[in-house]
């Protein structure tokens, strides 16, 4: 097993270690897994091409790391416990051998549908055992995943199956989400009525058991086309640098982009920062709540703990339902020790109340995670209060989808917390400062654009199909740095506190949108001439979307039309997109070169006109009072 540091002098030292000598650090941590062939050297990279190649020339499979290599230690041992949307069904458990075994039928089945090293397979399916499962199938065959949310909308869901020419979906019938019960398979469908040629085959799984309708030649069943299989599956030799997977996220312009991370150094920094971000031990139950159409369930519900083989707890409901004791009901049921979760999450269950969460024993709890997006101060305490009750400190880990894996973040029981802190970096990473120029910022108690400067193996290697969108994007702001698009601050003694976004990129619930692509869906409608969309504080959602909207003949009832709006978003983009507030206005504050004038439009929407600078030099400084008078609070 990859190192696991126990003391803030061990922390010490590993980073010290890595920062000397990151290919002596990573190689050792790489030699602790099993390599079909080993690598011929630990590090190739210029920031420049970009061009990051991690253990170049290894072989190995994921999936005998995760699986395989536990069998004879742990074969027996709970690898994955689903607790079900609905608290009155019983809890379903894989041992390592039975999710072995479930992993090389499935991945025998995806053979017999002519999938094959380098292909790629989409999913869009709930939270259920059988989308971990059928994820290392894809791996195990050598065939990279495309894991979309299934919370986006058929029109967002053929974005994404196109950009990636998928040539299978896998999907559920139904799934079933709180009291809702939502049609999976008719969503891919109409998906897949939008020009998706390269998909040839739809692989259904039935969950619910509704009716679904299946169209002959191209859709299959789960249970006869995997039920049959062999239970024996060579993993595929990938090279270190295959692709592992497509996950696509947004930026500040465009379509979402196919964020592409490689076989070797997924691996060995997800195990790596599973292991120590949660110094997990042996018998441990390890629960993170986020959904595997995300990156936080891609290396920690599936990736990092399975590699480390842990007991990772996938749940399928959601946090409010039955009541907002669903979580702690589900911790205390389960006797779970790591508990990793979102700060929406933890703010939406505040606002319910504290009886929800003071009638469970939360003993076994040894560690609390937050992940996605700024903890503020009340939310923090709240958590470490109620929920880790003085035995379990918070993690507040910041990452991103690039990043592949946890970056900064406090080490429980090794460092301190302190709130809202992200902390520390986990050895091997590199963060930096700089301003707007490019200058480092150096010593502590200062603020910067977040950058890291060195390649750590978890890193992503390319967007999909596009590789030039890559280099400018996190490449080209800054010489020899990779920029993340966040601010930072740090503290006296060194500790980062990350602000937020410095881009167009609004983080709404933990779910990340760049504030273009809600524009493009608003401007769908036919009656909207031009839009601008901003991210404001929202108490429960962290950000909040406020849409700024030209229309072009009047509307009588102004209501509907928002209703209309919500409606074209929902249908490009999904609910999570929708706008909280929609104020119609008669032009937009523009620079005399055209460009929106967006830090003013943030103001507005915060409520925050105190100090709007100076507009005297635009385009059309009378629309700013406009847009004052008007605005939604
Ligand atoms: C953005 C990345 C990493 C998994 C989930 C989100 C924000 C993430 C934190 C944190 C403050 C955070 C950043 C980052 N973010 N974690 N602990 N504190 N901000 O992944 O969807 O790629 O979003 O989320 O702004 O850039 P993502």
New binding site residues.
């Given amino acids: 097993m990859t190192l696991q540091v126990k003391s803030l002098a061990e922390y010490k030292d590993a980073y010290q270690r890595s920062v000397n000598d990151p290919e002596g650090f990573w190689a050792e941590q790489a030699e602790t897994f099993h390599w079909q062939k080993k690598w011929d050297k630990t590090l190739d990279w210029n920031f420049k091409d970009p061009d990051v190649k991690w253990f170049v020339g290894g072989k190995l499979n994921i999936t005998e790391n995760c699986l395989d290599r536990h069998l004879a230690d742990r074969g027996d041992q709970v690898a994955i416990l689903f607790e079900p949307n609905d608290p009155s069904q019983a809890n379903i458990s894989y041992t390592y051998k039975e999710l072995h075994a479930a992993v090389c039928k499935t991945a025998n089945a995806l053979k017999a549908s002519g999938i094959q090293k380098g292909d790629r397979v989409c999913f869009y399916m709930p939270m259920v055992p059988e989308l971990a499962i059928a994820v290392l199938a894809c791996a195990r065959v050598g065939a990279i995943h495309s894991v979309v949310f299934a919370g986006f909308s058929a029109q967002a869901l053929a974005d994404r199956i196109k950009d990636s020419t998928c040539k299978m979906v896998i999907c559920s019938d139904y799934n079933n989400r709180g009291a809702k019960n939502i049609p999976v398979k008719k969503v891919v469908d109409d998906a897949l009525a939008m020009d998706c040629d390269s998909i040839k085959t739809v692989l259904v799984h039935r969950n619910t058991g509704g009716e679904v309708e299946m169209e002959a030649g191209r859709d299959k069943w789960w249970h006869e086309e995997v039920d049959a299989q062999s239970a024996d599956c060579p993993a595929e030799a990938m090279d270190s640098e295959d692709m592992l997977f497509i996950l696509y ?1 947004s930026g500040s312009t465009g379509k979402p982009k196919g964020v592409v991370h490689t076989c070797g150094g997924y691996m060995v920094y997800t195990c790596f920062s599973f292991r120590n971000v949660f110094q997990y031990q042996d018998g441990d139950v390890y629960w993170c709540t986020a959904d595997i159409g ?3 369930g891609h290396s920690y519900i599936v990736y990092g703990p399975l590699l480390a083989g842990a007991t990772t707890v996938m749940f399928e409901g959601v946090p409010t339902y039955p009541d907002a004791g669903r979580f702690w009901e589900v911790c205390d049921k389960l006797k779970v020790n790591q508990f990793y979760t979102a700060p929406t999450a933890i703010r939406a269950l505040m606002a319910k109340g504290d009886e929800f969460v003071d009638k469970y024993d939360l003993s076994t709890l040894k560690v609390i995670g ?6 503020n101060e009340e939310a923090w305490h709240w958590y470490d209060e109620k929920v880790g009750r003085g035995h379990a400190p918070i993690v ?7 990043t592949g894996g946890i970056m900064i973040t406090p080490l429980p029981g090794i460092t301190d917390t302190k709130p809202c802190f ?1 902390s520390y970096p986990m050895p091997g990473i590199q963060p930096i400062l700089v301003d707007s120029q490019g200058a480092l910022v150096e010593g502590n108690d200062v603020e910067g654009l977040l950058c890291v400067k060195f390649p750590w193996p978890s890193m992503l290697r390319t967007t999909y199909g596009d590789h030039e969108r890559c280099r400018i994007t996190y490449f080209s702001s800054f010489e020899n740095l990779y920029f ?3 601010g930072a601050r740090r503290d006296a003694d060194g500790r980062y506190r ?1 602000i ?2 410095v881009d167009d990129v609004i ?1 709404v619930s ?1 779910h ?1 949108m760049g504030t273009a692509e809600v524009e493009n869906a608003i401007d769908e409608h036919p009656n909207v001439v031009e839009s601008a969309v901003v991210g404001y504080p929202h108490d429960i959602k962290g950000q909040g979307i406020y849409a700024y909207v030209i229309i072009g003949d009047p509307v009588p009832d102004e209501d509907a039309f928002r209703k209309e709006i919500l409606a074209v978003v929902t249908k490009e983009i999904g609910p999570i997109a929708k706008p909280d507030k929609i104020q119609i206005v008669s032009g937009l504050p523009k620079t005399r070169s055209g460009k929106i004038m967006r830090r003013i439009l943030r103001k507005v929407a915060s409520s925050d006109t105190s100090n709007l600078g100076d507009i005297s030099t635009l385009l059309n400084p009378e629309v700013v009072e406009e847009v004052i008078n008007g605005a939604l609070v």
């Fill in positions: 996220t995300w990156i936080t937050s992940v996605g997006e700024p903890i507040d880990t910041w990452w991103q989808t690039e992200a993340t698009g966040d990350i937020g976004r983080n933990g990340r």
